[in-house]
């Protein structure tokens, strides 16, 4: 007799201490600089989820202010509120959150929130994985999802996601045991309906990332690769994904073992050598090229192009 495996995990905790409560949510967001406060109501706090690396279904209970900031990684997180509410994306792109319309948060960077006296529902979903289902759905390359979260979806599109949400908790949320295939179908489905009901853009084309690049430092190497040809240094990319110079150094160093400026010289230096393998010496020149792609000092320049692909650049050029 086969047994099937259940894919799904399931984490359940409440409680009534503020600072047991602080400690599961920045554990569960991946997170720091949660603040609560007490309000009028008694305070109490439950938090669940459930789901497997793909997909997850979280609810939360929290009677109490809380504002801090969260990265949002690798997933693409959809939220709705019952009760209560707040603001979004504080001091920047700014969102009310309250009840009857979900929202999906920001990606591709860390966000502030406040929040208070909530019931509150989110569904996460693997970045990439909602990235291959978008390419797939659009017949294209996977390329990097971003989000317009100001942008409220209409009524028809909320009762669209609406319909989906209950037919998918009901697969992961039931009681029932779950195949892998179920779970698969289940967010693949949920997968297109967020697409279908959140306004989005393809920004860049799908990069090729590191062993180990994952939340702000995938994040940065799309942002090197979408703002090569611009005069970003490795301080823009830190303000980007919200890291200091040093903490970005720190995260490179620790997931890939590649300093971020050697990093984005090797983007530029791929750069050049696409258009010098496209161009010809009579329209093109390697001091041109070399210089649009930030390379002020053609001798250090040649000299590490040389190291990097084992010919002079007049070489690829003629070649």
């Given at each position: 007799m086969t047994t099937t495996v259940d894919p799904r995990t399931v984490f359940e905790t409440s409680g009534a201490d503020l600072d047991a409560a602080r400690a599961v949510f920045e554990q569960a967001y991946a997170a720091s600089g949660f603040?609560?406060?007490?309000?009028?109501?008694?305070?109490?706090?439950?938090?669940?989820?459930?789901?497997?690396?793909?997909?997850?279904?979280?609810?939360?209970?929290?009677?109490?202010?809380?504002?801090?900031?969260?990265?949002?990684?690798?997933?693409?997180?959809?939220?709705?509120?019952?009760d209560g509410g707040g603001v979004l994306d504080v001091g920047r792109d700014e969102v009310a959150l309250a009840p009857g319309r979900p929202v999906v948060f920001p990606t591709g960077r860390p966000y502030r929130f406040e929040l208070a006296d909530v019931r509150q529902s989110v569904v996460q979903l693997d970045r990439t994985f909602l990235e291959r289902i978008a390419a797939e759905a659009y017949g294209t390359e996977p390329g990097t999802l971003v989000f317009d979260h100001?942008?409220?979806?209409?009524?028809?599109?909320?009762?669209?996601?609406?319909?989906?949400?209950?037919?998918?908790?009901?697969?992961?949320?039931?009681?029932?045991?779950?195949?892998?295939?179920?779970?698969?179908?289940?967010?693949?489905?949920?997968?297109?309906?967020?697409?279908?009901?959140?306004?989005?853009?393809?920004t860049a084309r799908h990069v090729p990332l590191p062993t180990g690049a994952t939340g702000r430092v995938r994040s940065a190497i799309e942002y090197m690769h979408a703002a090569a040809h611009t005069p970003i240094t490795t301080t823009d990319v830190a303000e980007h994904v919200g890291l200091s110079v040093r903490g970005l150094q720190q995260a490179f160093q620790r997931k890939i073992g590649v300093a971020p400026n050697a990093l984005l010289r090797g983007i530029r230096l791929d750069r050049v050598r696409d258009e010098l393998r496209a161009g010809t010496p009579t329209d093109t020149t390697v001091a041109s090229v070399a210089v649009r792609w930030g390379f002020a000092h053609l001798g250090r320049f040649s000299a590490a192009y040389a190291r990097r692909f084992l010919e002079y650049p007049r070489d690829t050029l003629h070649g």
């Open positions: 603040l609560p406060e007490r309000t009028e109501r008694a305070f109490g706090y439950r938090f669940r989820t459930v789901g497997d690396q793909t997909t997850s279904f979280r609810s939360t209970r929290f009677d109490a202010r809380m504002v801090g900031e969260v990265d949002s990684g690798d997933q693409v997180s959809v939220s709705w509120v019952t100001t942008a409220a979806p209409g009524v028809e599109a909320v009762r669209a996601w609406n319909h989906q949400v209950q037919e998918a908790s009901q697969i992961v949320l039931g009681k029932a045991p779950v195949s892998v295939l179920a779970l698969a179908d289940t967010a693949r489905r949920t997968a297109l309906a967020l697409l279908t009901t959140f306004p989005h853009r393809i």
